[in-house]
């Protein structure tokens, strides 16, 4: 019998209810994490918002960080630089950010930098992008001809290294600094021969601007030399060091997020245009199929699941990053990578 008081009855419930949110939280493998307290996490992406990263804000969509105990309040970015910068000073806690970029900034920022928790891109996009009328599809085509660099892209601090990997004589190439909201368009009206980007970003950048897709030329730094995963999760030192289990949480909701995404690439597109209106749907859709299809869902991510690390695989692709961005020592796995939140295997599946 109830004792006819509201506010008992209320309070009685809210404790069934916490229960009940901290049971569901142990099914899911995630002790700590009270579902009935949704913690707002500020988190940076890579670039802008758009085809390339809809999958965080389908995890938003679905409910799948909020199930976890915690929700992602989603900023866009002008690049991975920054994404590493703001989770480095603390302005983000979590982030979206390509492991070059981040392998760079723990060399020379070993005590702030923020480490990889799961990687996401198992294949590295940054390539040499041209067209038809003059294409590039081997280093050595590089040799004569003018290429478009972004200042501080770290595809761009990279290619010195590869070029010299692939015997081609950096002296015989017009490299040209352009600001990288220009650079596509500098392509597409024949001013320069090539451009340094990522694929999923450039080609379909030119496809909204007019290209047709079958006139771009993809000279990949993966097929010469530097095959190293790209985009991941990172998190800050503070989280790692105070909320272990939150860590881990945002790992899983991640992980979750993309394997929504890669089974049903509509409602993450949809997601995606519902937040950004501008963004035309058809191009994003074609853009999110492409990083599936060449970045996500690789032979070693069906092989092994989302986030496998192979060190020896690492270790190569450190040799590369410590010359072309001419680092004092190799960095070292450990100073960059902390594989404690990875989700249980069943969770890294995408299929």
Same mark, same amino acid.
């Given at each position: 019998?109830?004792?006819?008081?509201p506010?008992?009855?209320?309070?009685r419930r809210?404790?069934?209810?916490?229960?009940?949110a901290?049971?569901?939280?142990?099914?899911?493998?995630?002790?700590?994490v009270?579902?009935a307290?949704v913690?707002?996490?500020p988190?940076?992406?890579?670039?802008?918002?758009?085809g390339?990263?809809c999958?965080?804000?389908?995890?938003?969509?679905?409910?799948?960080?909020?199930?976890?105990g915690?929700s992602?309040?989603?900023?866009?970015?002008?690049?991975?630089?920054?994404?590493?910068?703001?989770v480095?000073?603390?302005?983000?806690?979590?982030?979206?950010a &390509? #492991?070059?970029? $981040?392998v760079?900034?723990?060399a020379?920022?070993?005590e702030?930098?923020?480490? %990889? !928790?799961? @990687?996401v891109?198992?294949?590295?996009?940054?390539?040499v992008?041209?067209?038809?009328k003059?294409p590039?599809d081997?280093p050595?085509?590089?040799?004569?001809?003018?290429i478009?660099?972004?200042?501080?892209?770290?595809?761009?601090?990279?290619?010195?290294?590869?070029?010299k990997l692939?015997?081609?004589?950096?002296?015989?190439?017009?490299?040209?600094?352009?600001d990288?909201?220009?650079?596509?368009?500098?392509?597409?009206?024949?001013?320069?021969?090539?451009?340094?980007?990522?694929d999923?970003t450039?080609?379909?950048?030119?496809?909204?601007?007019?290209?047709?897709?079958? &006139? #771009?030329?993809? $000279?990949?730094?993966?097929?010469?030399?530097?095959?190293?995963?790209?985009?991941? %999760? !990172?998190? @800050?030192?503070k989280?790692?060091?105070?909320?272990?289990?939150?860590?881990?949480?945002?790992?899983?909701?991640?992980?979750?997020?993309?394997?929504?995404?890669?089974?049903?690439?509509?409602?993450?597109?949809?997601a995606?245009v519902?937040?950004?209106s501008?963004?035309?749907?058809?191009?994003e859709?074609?853009?999110?199929q492409w990083?599936?299809?060449?970045?996500i869902?690789?032979?070693?991510?069906k092989?092994h699941?989302?986030?496998y690390?192979?060190?020896?695989?690492?270790?190569?692709?450190?040799?590369?990053?410590?010359?072309?961005?001419?680092?004092a020592?190799?960095p070292?796995?450990?100073?960059?990578y902390d594989?404690?939140?990875?989700?249980?295997?069943?969770?890294l599946k995408?299929?």
């Amino acid at each position: 019998m109830g004792n006819g008081n509201p506010k008992c009855s209320v309070t009685r419930r809210a404790a069934l209810l916490g229960s009940a949110a901290m049971a569901g939280g142990a099914v899911l493998g995630m002790p700590s994490v009270v579902r009935a307290q949704v913690k707002e996490i500020p988190f940076t992406l890579d670039i802008r918002i758009y085809g390339g990263n809809c999958p965080f804000l389908l995890g938003q969509e679905q409910g799948i960080y909020t199930d976890l105990g915690y929700s992602l309040k989603i900023d866009g970015s002008p690049g991975s630089a920054e994404s590493v910068r703001r989770v480095a000073t603390g302005t983000h806690d979590f982030g979206f950010a &390509d #492991i070059s970029t $981040l392998v760079e900034f723990s060399a020379r920022n070993p005590e702030a930098t923020p480490k %990889l !928790i799961l @990687s996401v891109f198992d294949r590295f996009p940054a390539c040499v992008i041209s067209m038809n009328k003059r294409p590039i599809d081997k280093p050595k085509d590089l040799e004569g001809a003018r290429i478009a660099v972004g200042a501080a892209s770290g595809a761009t601090k990279l290619l010195p290294a590869l070029l010299k990997l692939n015997d081609v004589d950096e002296s015989k190439i017009d490299f040209v600094t352009v600001d990288v909201k220009l650079r596509d368009s500098l392509l597409l009206r024949n001013e320069i021969d090539g451009i340094i980007g990522f694929d999923y970003t450039s080609i379909f950048n030119l496809v909204e601007a007019g290209a047709k897709q079958e &006139d #771009i030329h993809l $000279l990949y730094y993966s097929d010469y030399g530097f095959n190293f995963p790209a985009n991941s %999760l !990172i998190a @800050s030192r503070k989280m790692i060091e105070e909320e272990p289990d939150l860590c881990k949480a945002v790992a899983l909701g991640v992980a979750r997020a993309w394997k929504a995404g890669y089974k049903d690439p509509d409602a993450a597109v949809a997601a995606v245009v519902k937040r950004e209106s501008l963004l035309q749907e058809k191009v994003e859709r074609a853009r999110f199929q492409w990083v599936l299809d060449k970045h996500i869902m690789t032979e070693s991510v069906k092989t092994h699941g989302l986030g496998y690390i192979d060190p020896a695989r690492m270790e190569k692709g450190n040799q590369l990053i410590k010359e072309g961005f001419e680092l004092a020592e190799v960095p070292q796995l450990s100073q960059y990578y902390d594989g404690r939140f990875l989700p249980d295997a069943s969770e890294l599946k995408m299929v």
